[in-house]
């Protein structure tokens, strides 16, 4: 099993999906802009623009340490999807 199919059954186990979309997301507290990045959050009640995770947020939520990696992550992560 390569690496692309052993995270998607991770993903499908936390995010009942294969290929979640992803977000950017502030993993750290005090940071200026989200230097992480996490699935979308399914719950209603979680905006869609607001980057914290909560309790009702999937998992995994993945610090990068720079808001450019993460927003270029979620860009890699979202054009992954629906790829073979
Ligand atoms: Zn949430």
């Not at 950017?24 to 989200?34: H, I, K, S």
């Amino acid at each position: 099993m390569n690496a692309r199919d052993a995270a998607r059954k991770l993903l499908l186990a936390t995010t009942s999906t294969e290929q979640p979309e992803w977000r950017t997301a502030f993993t750290t507290d005090g940071t200026d802009e989200p230097t992480g990045i996490a699935p979308v959050c399914p719950d209603e009640d979680h905006e869609p623009d607001d980057g914290s995770v909560y309790p009702c947020c999937p998992e995994p939520a993945i610090e990068c340490d720079s808001h450019k990696v993460a927003a270029y992550l979620v860009e890699l992560l979202n054009a992954d999807r629906g790829a073979a």
